[in-house]
């Protein structure tokens, strides 16, 4: 596998806390579990990183920040004129 970089941005909209949303709840698990399953492939992928951004972390399914899928949590806070 090629060395890549996999982003995605408003990963709480993809891969929301089962159980909160209230449009398809079973669609929406089904989703959140084929995206958890696919990254417990990942991590033999050392060339492979993946980063999820959001400005909601309270929504992202907590099964998401397990180790072995997104391991680290980096905040970014707002830019100050420096």
């Given amino acids: 596998v090629a060395p890549c970089v996999i ?4 990963i709480d909209s993809l891969v929301p806390a089962r159980g ?5 709840p ?4 089904r989703v959140v579990n084929t995206i958890l399953a696919e990254m417990d ?3 033999e992928l050392s060339s492979v990183v ?3 951004a959001t400005n909601r972390p309270g929504l992202v399914d907590p099964a998401l ?3 072995g ?3 680290e949590l980096v905040y970014v806070g707002t830019p100050d004129a420096k």
């Fill in 41 to 43: 492939g990942m991590e």
């Fill in 69 to 71: 899928r997104l391991d």
């Fill in 50 to 52: 993946l980063v999820g």
């Fill in 26 to 29: 079973q669609v929406t698990a």
């Fill in 7 to 10: 982003f995605i941005d408003e």
């Fill in 20 to 24: 909160s949303s209230g449009n398809e």
């Fill in 65 to 67: 920040l397990r180790p």
